[in-house]
């Protein structure tokens, strides 16, 4: 039987039997392309294979043996190091650093004695090697494999038995047992199954870096990330030197944990304390500054939010400006100031910035952004040592946050001694040196911080 051909769109990954000009899913235009299931001599699709059941009581108990890297952030995202046989998938920014963490990793492991298979499929084995030279990576125990195919990587596997491989990228890879295209949807679900039934098989650890769309997703754009164990983004301005390796999903470990790294011309250094990194420049108590401890995954850090509230000079339609912080959570609490306070916002142009380059999405830090914004337009600075966290509601109340304890030890770690938080979680145990001030509502708040 003729085999049916498909229509993809390279964008998304929308199939269909019919042709578009532009894709019904993602809008995307010339993005389909066709593809044919391929199939053996037997006559099945190439990539599945068929396979047996197990009874659950006969399977041996194994204790899983973390490899640490040595990376101290590397180690902590992945839940305590690299499980044996798990897959993890990268995905990043262009220039962001994936290729230099990888690369770092393998240095670190081959000092270990552990055999590592690097594919490159972008660079060649001499520009990984200037790489290598810049981060002090040389070692007998790495083997290069450039602008193969999946053949050639299996071989290299077979021959070498490496304790981990490195695929840089998943979409430069193709196979000549298909006719689709390198980088397509099908041609990346197809490469990756068949590297994770080697790792599984193999018991090798593997690392696939994933290419990011202009939706912000690693190409695939989800199907790689329900394939593989673990999945890592790697983030940061390519301005500053400030990395952060966030877990999207982990089999492993926890997931939303965040590692901190700073990029320097030898590699990644791991930050051990990225509290003391966004505060270290922070001299005097100025209007406009509020602290506030984020929490990421389970780990807080310290932030400082800045605002300023000036005069706008256009009458009636004010700027609102945000850099880190979601611009319609900033206007739906200035509208509670205006509406509880009854102080004119109208009036003013208003900036907000989470300095350090962190970004806050949490409801917990809503009482802080109020802070920042109150003092900058009232042009009073708040206690140097005033930590500020609580959720507003639209009725102005102050609701309270997760994880309220681990917020309150990171900042009292950092020094600080007096905190303003939601009434209801004012009965809280520290030490005797830290002041409690309670607030029930905005209006509390307010009087709170004028005094």
């Known amino acids: 039987m003729k085999n049916k051909a498909l229509f993809e769109c390279v964008e998304c990954g929308y199939q269909s039997p019919k042709f578009y000009g532009k894709c019904p899913q993602c809008n995307a235009w010339n993005s389909m392309i066709e593809v044919k299931p391929e199939k053996d001599e037997e006559g099945r ?190 983030q940061g301005e390519v301005k500053t030197d400030l990395r952060i390796l966030r877990a999207e999903k982990n089999r492993f470990g926890a997931i939303d944990e965040v590692g901190i790294f700073r990029m320097t011309e030898k590699g990644l250094s791991s930050i051990s304390d990225p509290s003391l990194l966004f505060l270290q420049h922070r001299q005097t108590s100025e209007p406009g500054i509020s602290l506030f401890p984020a929490l990421n995954g389970m780990r807080a850090i310290m932030i400082e939010i800045q605002a300023l509230a000036t005069e706008s000079p256009f009458a009636g339609n004010p700027r609102r400006i945000t850099v880190g912080c979601d611009p319609y959570r900033m206007a739906m609490l200035i509208s509670i100031i205006e509406k509880k306070l009854k102080l004119p916002f109208y009036k003013s142009d208003v900036f907000l910035n989470v300095t350090g380059g962190m970004a806050v999405r949490e409801t917990a830090a809503d009482l802080s952004v109020i802070c920042a914004l109150l003092t900058s337009y009232k042009n009073m600075a708040a206690p140097r040592d005033l930590i500020v966290i609580g959720e507003v509601g639209l009725t102005g109340e102050i609701r309270p946050v997760t994880f309220i304890e681990s917020r309150i030890k990171e900042a009292v770690r950092q020094g600080f001694t007096k905190f303003i938080l939601p009434a209801s979680q004012g009965d809280i145990r520290v030490n005797d040196n830290v002041s409690l001030v309670p607030v029930e509502n905005l209006y509390d708040f307010y009087n709170k911080i004028k005094n």
């Open 45 to 234: 699709v190439i990539g599945t294979r068929q396979v047996k059941p197990v009874v659950l009581k006969e399977i041996d108990n194994l204790e899983v043996q973390r490899e640490m890297t040595g990376l101290e952030e590397f180690d902590r995202v992945l839940g305590g190091g690299i499980v044996p046989g798990s897959v993890v998938l990268i995905g990043g920014e262009p220039g962001v650093g994936k290729s230099t963490l990888v690369l770092e990793v393998s240095g670190i492991l081959s000092r270990k004695g552990k055999k590592i298979l690097y594919y490159s499929g972008e660079e060649s084995a001499v520009q990984i090697k200037l790489r290598a030279n810049r981060l002090g990576v040389d070692s007998e125990s790495i083997y290069l494999l450039t602008m193969g195919t999946l053949e050639d990587l299996k071989s290299s596997v077979e021959q070498l038995r490496p304790d981990f491989l490195i695929i840089d990228s998943i979409q430069t890879i193709n196979s000549q047992k298909t006719s689709l295209i390198s980088g397509s949807i099908s041609s990346m679900r197809y490469v990756t199954a068949e590297i994770i039934d080697t790792a599984k098989s193999n018991n090798i650890s593997v690392f696939i870096i994933g290419h990011i769309t202009k939706e912000g997703q690693i190409a695939g754009p989800k199907t790689l990330e329900h394939m593989v164990d673990v999945v890592f983004y790697f």
